[in-house]
């Protein structure tokens, strides 16, 4: 604290100091202002000192040396101003550094803060509040619905339906029976339910993490300034050279004079200007970076480690697409599913209800609705008894009919959560729910992979299948599923031995994890806060491709901060050299290296800029959304496409030639011309906007193969009236009808990559 004071105090009579001889100076007064400038130095080199004498008996020398030097020689050869602006540089800096340690001081309070202070504990028939310092092993609690799980437990009410994402990354809140163990930091996303204590406050899993948080930034080294590293070369050549005029001259003024020339001011300000000036550039992007220290750190990265839900998935359950019985309809069913989950507050049903009304589907208001907490919902709509939920709710012990069976494999393979829906007592379909990719995700891996990232390592705590599934389909270079946050920490800590690592996430599962890596990014848009305090870097926006936007903005930062600092090393060796051969006195050394100075700060603040991005054109929101002109409808096509293939493995021939009809008219009308209108308008477009062509190449292939499935389904559209159908026939067009809807829902979401791309370049 005392040190902290002590930095301040300076930095204040630093100011104080260029003030008043400011004033003194404009009055005409330069023996006062001399006297003002000299005043404001001499605290600093005598705080100066005692820092070198301390870091010398550490073993470490750094700019700091060549600081003493250049203020102590500015002022012996009655410079004053010069030493004046030095001492405030290093002072500020200093006091800077105070700044970021007490933020990160506040983040871990903040973290801290977020745990339950009471328990409601059960005394008999009476529920008393207790602080949570004062639960014992073997209490019987009672946690409200929407209350944080205070300790670790079991439950002994009949259910529990629970929120673990912040622990587990696992998006699909979980039901907790009797005897079944929960976790302090989980969140009651159900009714009200009692549990018995099973682990003080103090040992529970919440309180741990927030001890893994606070040992990993306790651990954390601390940031080695860019310019030690070359002043380490600086200051012993800057001796040897002043050393060596002497002795060649005789004379102490050109000694002087190169000393004086050697003011350290571009290894001082370059670096810290630059980083300074991209951590600028950074927040105007939604970045928050928490110091230059961390933009040099990032800049620096070999290895990115992701969180998976939130993270590289939306974080919550999303339809993936609604499975029917033979001769249902597939908006029907979710008409009826999400008009009867309208009486549910459960996440999942939420996500139902969103898809139905992003359909377009008028919901209808459902009577007599009864709920079964972890399993589903029963109710009346329109005079018939419906029921959505699990498969024992649904289907019980029947043997499931074969689409019901498919159903509950797709759902196996894709790790998502079935809903069966059911209209008196006769499943009609389901629905399938799962985590998904963010919109941005393969762009933003894409980004990493441009900006030099070597490796992307997933590291999450959902299961092994859904893990695996995310890290193929973004070819990750490994997938470490089924990790709890102790684990997490673990992860990072074996990469780091290797390379310097960075951590992604967003809840509080992550913070250790973020505390620990080299470099910790948090998307704070809608993340927990304490995986925002924990982290080094916080994306404002919601948007995963600004981890790439803020490497390479910490890589060019960083490129500048080299640049400005070697130049500026550069020219002072030639004005120290001059100077060392009499070309220069000392007041003609102190202009040359003022005017370095300036030079070097400008190349520093380029940094400020965004980077060049050559002479691409422009697009606006508006133009974006008239790219992405019928997308949407294309997609409710494509989902009748996909229940035609599912139609087609029990349909008669005669029912076959209908669906392959209908087929064959969805992607006449539909895929041949969207696809048609975006060669021949939208990508000629494309390519005055892109800086080349290559991408829309690859687009172009898959146009070509499109239409050439779309002609290869109208033939066989036209050929089965006219011959016997057999099942042979029928399976090459289920075939081509699925390898069409596969293509374009995939091409089409690479459109729409990027069309946001482009729109989101002309807005930076």
Same mark, same amino acid.
């Given at each position: 604290?005392?040190?902290?004071? /002590?930095?301040?105090?300076?930095?204040?009579?630093?100011?104080?100091?260029?003030?008043?001889?400011?004033?003194?100076?404009?009055?005409?007064?330069?023996?006062?202002?001399?006297?003002?400038?000299?005043?404001?130095?001499?605290?600093?080199?005598?705080?100066?000192?005692?820092?070198?004498?301390?870091?010398?008996?550490?073993?470490?020398?750094?700019?700091?040396?060549?600081?003493?030097?250049?203020?102590?020689?500015?002022?012996?050869?009655?410079?004053?101003?010069?030493?004046?602006?030095?001492?405030?540089?290093?002072?500020?800096?200093?006091?800077?550094?105070?700044?970021?340690?007490?933020?990160?001081?506040?983040?871990?309070?903040?973290?801290?803060?977020?745990?339950?202070?009471?328990?409601?504990?059960?005394? *008999?028939?009476?529920?008393?509040?207790?602080?949570?310092?004062?639960?014992?092993?073997?209490?019987?609690?009672?946690?409200?619905?929407?209350?944080?799980?205070?300790?670790?437990?079991?439950? !002994?009410?009949?259910?529990?339906?629970?929120?673990?994402?912040?622990?587990?990354?696992?998006?699909?809140?979980?039901?907790?029976?009797?005897?079944?163990?929960?976790?302090?930091?989980?969140?009651?996303?159900?009714?009200?339910?009692?549990?018995?204590?099973?682990?003080?406050?103090?040992?529970?899993?919440?309180?741990?993490?927030?001890?893994?948080?606070?040992?990993?930034?306790?651990?954390?080294?601390?940031?080695?300034? /860019?310019?030690?590293?070359?002043?380490?070369?600086?200051?012993?050549?800057?001796?040897?050279?002043?050393?060596?005029?002497?002795?060649?001259?005789?004379?102490?003024?050109?000694?002087?004079?190169?000393?004086?020339?050697?003011?350290?001011?571009?290894?001082?300000?370059?670096?810290?200007?630059?980083?300074?000036?991209?951590?600028?550039?950074?927040?105007?992007?939604?970045?928050?970076?928490? *110091?230059?220290?961390?933009?040099?750190?990032?800049?620096?990265? #070999?290895?990115?480690?992701?969180?998976?839900?939130?993270?590289?998935?939306?974080?919550?359950?999303?339809?993936?697409?609604?499975?029917?019985?033979?001769?249902?309809?597939?908006?029907?069913?979710?008409?009826?599913?999400?008009?009867?989950?309208?009486?549910?507050? +459960?996440?999942?049903?939420?996500?139902?209800?969103?898809?139905?009304?992003?359909?377009?589907?008028?919901?209808?208001?459902?009577?007599?609705?009864?709920?079964?907490?972890?399993?589903?919902? !029963?109710?009346?709509?329109?005079?018939?008894?419906?029921?959505?939920?699990?498969?024992?709710?649904?289907?019980?012990?029947?043997?499931?009919?074969?689409?019901?069976?498919?159903?509950?494999?797709?759902?196996?393979?894709?790790?998502?959560?079935?809903?069966?829906?059911?209209?008196?007592?006769?499943?009609?379909?389901?629905?399938?729910?799962?985590?998904?990719?963010?919109?941005?995700?393969?762009?933003?891996?894409?980004?990493?992979?441009?900006?030099?990232?070597?490796?992307?390592?997933?590291?999450?705590?959902? %299961?092994?299948?859904?893990?695996?599934?995310?890290?193929?389909?973004?070819?990750?270079?490994?997938?470490?599923?089924?990790?709890?946050?102790?684990?997490?920490?673990?992860?990072?800590?074996?990469?780091?031995?290797? +390379?310097?690592?960075?951590?992604? *996430?967003?809840?509080?599962?992550?913070?250790?994890?973020?505390?620990?890596?080299?470099?910790?990014?948090?998307?704070?848009?809608?993340?927990?806060?304490?995986?925002?305090?924990?982290?080094?870097?916080?994306?404002?926006?919601?948007?995963?491709?600004?981890?790439?936007?803020?490497?390479?903005?910490?890589?060019?930062?960083?490129?500048?901060?080299?640049?400005?600092?070697?130049?500026?090393?550069?020219?002072?060796?030639?004005?120290?050299?001059?100077? =060392?051969?009499? /070309?220069?006195?000392?007041?003609? =050394?102190?202009?040359?290296?003022?005017?370095?100075?300036?030079?070097?700060?400008?190349?520093?603040?380029?940094?400020?800029?965004?980077?060049?991005?050559?002479?691409?054109?422009?697009?606006?929101?508006?133009?974006?959304?008239?790219?992405?002109?019928?997308?949407?409808?294309?997609?409710?096509?494509?989902?009748?496409? %996909?229940?035609?293939?599912?139609?087609?493995?029990?349909?008669?021939?005669?029912?076959?030639?209908?669906?392959?009809?209908?087929?064959?008219?969805?992607?006449?009308?539909?895929?041949?011309?969207?696809?048609?209108?975006?060669?021949?308008?939208?990508?000629?477009?494309?390519?005055?906007?892109?800086?080349?062509? #290559?991408?829309?190449?690859?687009?172009?292939?898959?146009?070509? !193969?499109?239409?050439?499935?779309?002609?290869?389904?109208?033939?066989?559209?036209?050929?089965?009236?006219?011959? #016997?159908?057999?099942?042979?026939?029928? %399976?090459?067009?289920?075939?081509?009808?699925?390898?069409?809807?596969?293509?374009? %829902?995939?091409?089409? =979401?690479?459109?729409?990559?990027?069309?946001?791309?482009?729109?989101?370049?002309?807005?930076?």
């Amino acid at each position: 604290m005392f040190e902290r004071i /002590l930095r301040w105090t300076l930095v204040a009579i630093a100011v104080a100091g260029l003030a008043a001889g400011g004033l003194a100076h404009a009055a005409g007064r330069a023996d006062l202002a001399g006297v003002a400038f000299t005043a404001s130095t001499v605290p600093v080199i005598v705080g100066l000192v005692a820092s070198i004498v301390r870091d010398v008996l550490a073993g470490r020398i750094g700019v700091d040396a060549i600081a003493l030097v250049s203020m102590s020689a500015a002022i012996i050869l009655g410079e004053p101003l010069a030493g004046a602006v030095v001492a405030l540089m290093y002072s500020g800096g200093n006091v800077l550094e105070d700044i970021a340690v007490a933020r990160a001081e506040h983040d871990l309070r903040a973290l801290v803060d977020r745990a339950p202070r009471e328990a409601h504990r059960r005394r *008999g028939d009476e529920i008393e509040d207790v602080p949570i310092a004062g639960v014992a092993v073997g209490d019987r609690l009672m946690v409200r619905a929407g209350e944080i799980v205070p300790v670790d437990g079991v439950v !002994e009410s009949a259910i529990a339906v629970v929120d673990e994402s912040a622990l587990t990354g696992e998006p699909i809140p979980v039901s907790k029976t009797r005897g079944m163990a929960i976790l302090s930091g989980s969140l009651n996303a159900g009714e009200t339910f009692e549990l018995s204590v099973t682990a003080t406050a103090g040992e529970s899993t919440y309180a741990g993490i927030v001890k893994l948080v606070t040992a990993a930034q306790t651990a954390k080294a601390p940031f080695v300034r /860019l310019a030690d590293r070359y002043a380490l070369i600086f200051l012993p050549v800057s001796l040897a050279i002043a050393a060596a005029a002497y002795l060649a001259s005789g004379d102490v003024i050109r000694s002087l004079a190169v000393m004086v020339a050697a003011t350290p001011c571009p290894l001082i300000l370059a670096a810290p200007v630059a980083f300074i000036a991209g951590v600028a550039q950074a927040a105007r992007n939604g970045i928050l970076v928490k *110091g230059g220290g961390k933009l040099e750190a990032l800049a620096r990265a #070999h290895t990115v480690l992701f969180d998976k839900t939130g993270t590289l998935t939306v974080g919550g359950a999303r339809l993936l697409s609604v499975e029917v019985a033979a001769g249902e309809d597939a908006d029907t069913v979710l008409l009826l599913g999400a008009s009867l989950e309208q009486a549910s507050h +459960h996440v999942v049903a939420h996500a139902i209800v969103q898809a139905g009304l992003g359909r377009g589907l008028k919901l209808k208001v459902p009577e007599a609705v009864r709920e079964t907490m972890g399993s589903g919902l !029963e109710g009346v709509i329109d005079g018939r008894r419906i029921v959505a939920g699990s498969r024992d709710l649904v289907l019980g012990n029947r043997t499931p009919a074969p689409w019901a069976a498919r159903a509950i494999r797709r759902a196996s393979w894709r790790s998502a959560l079935i809903v069966f829906v059911a209209v008196e007592g006769q499943p009609i379909g389901a629905l399938l729910l799962a985590d998904e990719l963010r919109a941005d995700t393969p762009r933003a891996i894409r980004w990493l992979r441009e900006a030099g990232i070597a490796r992307m390592v997933m590291v999450t705590g959902d %299961r092994a299948a859904a893990a695996q599934a995310i890290g193929a389909a973004l070819d990750l270079d490994a997938v470490l599923a089924d990790r709890v946050p102790s684990d997490k920490v673990d992860a990072v800590r074996s990469e780091q031995r290797l +390379h310097p690592t960075i951590m992604v *996430g967003d809840g509080i599962n992550d913070a250790p994890a973020l505390a620990s890596a080299d470099v910790g990014i948090a998307l704070g848009a809608r993340g927990a806060s304490a995986s925002s305090e924990a982290a080094d870097v916080v994306i404002l926006a919601d948007r995963l491709d600004r981890v790439g936007e803020a490497i390479v903005i910490a890589q060019r930062a960083r490129r500048i901060a080299l640049e400005s600092i070697i130049a500026g090393m550069a020219l002072s060796f030639l004005a120290m050299g001059a100077a =060392a051969f009499g /070309l220069l006195q000392p007041v003609p =050394a102190a202009l040359v290296q003022e005017a370095i100075d300036v030079a070097v700060i400008l190349n520093a603040l380029r940094a400020l800029l965004p980077a060049g991005r050559g002479k691409a054109g422009r697009i606006t929101a508006e133009d974006g959304r008239g790219l992405r002109h019928d997308h949407q409808a294309l997609l409710r096509g494509l989902d009748r496409l %996909r229940s035609i293939v599912d139609a087609l493995d029990e349909a008669s021939p005669e029912q076959a030639i209908s669906l392959i009809g209908q087929a064959n008219a969805v992607v006449q009308d539909q895929v041949v011309a969207h696809e048609r209108d975006d060669e021949g308008s939208v990508y000629p477009r494309l390519a005055r906007l892109l800086q080349d062509s #290559h991408g829309l190449s690859a687009m172009s292939r898959a146009h070509r !193969e499109i239409l050439h499935l779309a002609r290869l389904l109208g033939r066989l559209a036209e050929e089965l009236p006219s011959e #016997h159908v057999d099942r042979y026939m029928i %399976r090459d067009a289920q075939r081509v009808i699925e390898a069409i809807e596969t293509l374009v %829902r995939m091409h089409t =979401a690479q459109e729409d990559d990027i069309y946001e791309a482009v729109a989101a370049r002309s807005a930076a």
